[in-house]
């Protein structure tokens, strides 16, 4: 019961955290080293049916909130097909560049994923991503021009933004706070930076948990993996619902100042814990 427990929460910090610009992956590297639970730290096994629960619960959260977009982006794409990409309309043109943005993140989490495994999940380094992380998004709210809206995005943007999503492999960083700080960059509008993110997740999200699938389906599952699988998926999918809804609203007449502040502070907290 104990691990369930932590599983859930860990699934709804998850949840919220992977459309909260202030890093999942990090505060999922942090919070078990913090708190000593350490399942979700040395046991391999039961850490790789974990990633796949959370993966899932996220994945499904993009599903459901976007549902009645990815139908329309999935007939959009393969429309595509029958035309030039001069003639295509804007749903079929979304939806390639969701797949032009992926394309960068995937290529590099293949080839980087072993190096990110051993060398980046300890809090010394995910407290300087969130340093670095904040930095970025103070760049983008001082000197992104922010002038324009959803149906503006174009191939840049989704190369810009695409690119820049590598550096969210580390761990610290934030998927969500680097790729909607790029699009602002750019020249996006927060709330639009923010949409074609949280679009543009679904499919590295897709990969990543069939990656991670494949590995559980190897090493099978632990005694007690169902549980916390279930766990974690549940919270993980309830709590990014709602994150994804809440940022969206937020971002229409709001910063980023405020999580720019809180990884700050908290990279703070984990030099200093380092220190003592």
Known sequence: MVLILQAAVLGIVQGLTEFIPISSSGHLVLIPKLFGWNTFVATKGVSTAFDVALHLGTLLALLVFFRHEWIKLIQGFFRGFKSRPADWDFTSRMAWLLVLASIPAAIAGALLNNVIEDHLRVPAAVAICLLLGAVFMTAAEVYGKRNRGFKKINARDAGVVGFAQILALAPGVSRSGVTISAGMLDGLDREAA??????????????????????????????????????????????????????????KSHTLLPFIIYRVALAALVFLILAL
């Open 194 to 251: 923010a949409h074609f993110a949280f679009l543009m997740a679904g499919p590295i999200i897709a990969g990543s948990g069939i990656y991670e699938a494949f590995k559980l389906a190897k090493n099978g599952f632990p005694a007690h993996g169902p549980g916390v699988f279930l766990a974690g998926f549940i919270t993980a999918a309830i709590s990014g619902f709602v994150a994804i809804g809440l940022m969206l609203k937020y971002l």
